[in-house]
T-cell receptor, first 112, second 114 residues
Framework: DAKTTQPNSMESNEEEPVHLPCNHS???????IHWYRQLPSQGPEYVIH???SNVNNRMASLAIAEDRKSSTLILHRATLRDAAVYYC?????????????FGKGMKLTVNP | DGGITQSPKYLFRKEGQNVTLSCEQN?????MYWYRQDPGQGLRLIYYSQIVNDFQKGDIAEGYSVSREKKESFPLTVTSAQKNPTAFYLC?????????????FGPGTRLTVT
């Protein structure tokens, strides 16, 4: 199964941009890149996903490398509410096996 | 409001008892999932269902059972065969199984077995 690698943790300051990296060197051509985040004692929340092109939504931007072996989640202005564990996940286009691997994720701390 | 509900939020059971966790969604999603999360760890897939009356084992299905008799409901039974049942259990759904569709998660049920 394709896996992702993220730093264990990152820190940022409030109202500054944050770039959260993810490596997925074994990604297949049919894998979507999904990002979720989880606050303590809550279920994960979908953030964004993409296949090949960069994506923007109201929460964040997703920058995908040309070779698709890495991606970066960009929070344009971090707030205290963005402090969470962020998961980068690969999801097969067809969903035949649904082998979603969340891993331990990356803990983002936002300093006031 | 559309969403996923899980009940109860906290559940306590004695060892050797089976317990069923509820998961209901009103999003009209075909696919539903059960995950388990242990402290400081990521989520692990227990079972998933792509359509009514069909479900598949995930990575850690031993000691668990599910049913999918209705589109809206996907209950999980933690049996006495599950060796370490104490965990945070999360239910999710998506429009269909597969890459472009995000998963929506419920608030979770924290199960403690003593």
């Amino acid at each position: 199964d394709a896996k992702t690698t993220q730093p264990n943790s990152m820190e940022s300051n409030e109202e500054e941009p944050v770039h959260l990296p993810c490596n997925h060197s074994t990604i297949s051509g049919t894998d979507y890149i999904h990002w979720y985040r989880q606050l303590p004692s809550q279920g994960p929340e979908y953030v964004i996903h993409g296949l090949t092109s960069n994506v923007n939504n109201r929460m964040a931007s997703l920058a995908i490398a040309e070779d698709r072996k890495s991606s970066t989640l960009i929070l344009h202005r971090a707030t205290l509410r963005d402090a969470a564990v962020y998961y980068c996940i690969l999801r097969d286009r067809e969903g035949g096996s649904e082998k979603l691997v969340f891993g331990k994720g990356m803990k983002l701390t936002v300093n006031p | 409001d559309g969403g996923i509900t899980q009940s109860p939020k906290y559940l306590f059971r004695k060892e050797g008892q089976n317990v069923t966790l509820s998961c209901e969604q009103n999003l009209n999603h075909d696919a539903m999932y059960w995950y388990r999360q242990d402290p400081g760890q990521g989520l692990r897939l227990i079972y998933y269902s792509q359509i009514v009356n069909d479900f598949q084992k995930g990575d850690i299905a031993e000691g668990y059972s599910v049913s999918r008799e209705k589109k809206e409901s996907f209950p999980l039974t933690v049996t006495s065969a599950q060796k370490n049942p104490t965990a945070f259990y999360l239910c999710a759904s998506s429009l269909t199984a597969g890459g472009p569709h995000e998963q929506y998660f419920g608030p979770g049920t924290r199960l403690t077995v003593t």
